[in-house]
């Protein structure tokens, strides 16, 4: 079945570090691939997404590239600042899957001064 | 404001006992879905709706029941809560269905203990 596996967190990074959290997936088809946020006691919110191969998603200076080659959708940033402290989910839905989403466990950042 | 709204925000509720959590959307999306989010395990799929009248199960529907009798609202029902139940849960719509591509938009959540 399809999975989405992330690199464990937490990640603790001073402001201004580049920050890289690792995605691979596995998935039938051609997947769109999607990060969302979630900020301490809020929700989900989409932060960035690519539909199909070598796309690249952007938003609020992250980055992430679809690479089907390796099957990755790696996020960056290359100065992140203590309002990026969140947690980090790679999510993809498959096609022909009713658009369900299939998350990984998610990626702590913390950001200090 | 559009969006997603969950009710209760929180809830202690004591095991065996009845749950039903709110949830509605004024976005007029097609599908919406319910997952819970369970600490090192992500967010997990729950029950979704591709359209009003239609209700699918998703990784982990055991102990939980939906409907959907219009667009708008998709409450969750948990006949007899279970300690394991214990779990923040969130609520999500898209406008589509179909493909891959819409993005799901995600409700505040709710906070549900069970003891």
């Known amino acids: 079945g399809d999975s989405v596996t992330q690199m464990e967190g937490p990640v603790t990074l001073s402001e201004e570090a580049f920050l890289t959290i690792n995605c691979t997936y596995t998935a039938t088809g051609y997947p769109s691939l999607f990060w969302y946020v979630q900020y301490p006691g809020e929700g989900l919110q989409l932060l960035l997404k690519a539909t199909k191969a070598d796309d690249k998603g952007s938003n609020k200076g992250f980055e992430a590239t679809y690479r089907k080659e390796t099957t990755s959708f790696h996020l960056e940033k290359g100065s992140v600042q203590v309002s990026d402290s969140a947690v980090y989910f790679c999510?993809?839905?498959?096609?022909?899957?009713?658009?369900?989403?299939?998350f990984g466990t998610g990626t702590r950042l913390q950001v200090t001064l | 404001i559009a969006g997603i709204t969950q009710a209760p925000t929180s809830q202690i509720l004591a095991a065996g006992r009845r749950m039903t959590l709110r949830c509605t959307q004024d976005?007029?999306?097609?599908?919406m879905y319910w997952y819970r989010q369970d600490l090192g395990l992500g967010l997990r799929l729950i029950h979704y709706?591709?359209?009003?009248?239609?209700?699918g199960k998703g990784e982990v529907p055991d102990g939980y029941s939906v409907s959907r009798a219009n667009t708008d609202d998709f409450p969750l029902t948990l006949a007899s809560a279970v300690p394991s139940q214990t779990s923040v849960y969130f609520c999500?719509?898209?406008?589509?269905?179909?493909?891959?591509?819409?993005?799901?938009?995600f409700g505040p959540g709710t906070r549900l203990t069970v003891l």
């Open positions: 976005m007029r999306h097609n599908a």
């Open positions: 999500a719509s898209r406008r589509s269905a179909d493909g891959g591509t819409d993005t799901q938009y």
């Open positions: 709706s591709n359209t009003a009248g239609t209700t």
């Open positions: 999510a993809l839905s498959a096609s022909g899957t009713a658009s369900k989403l299939t």
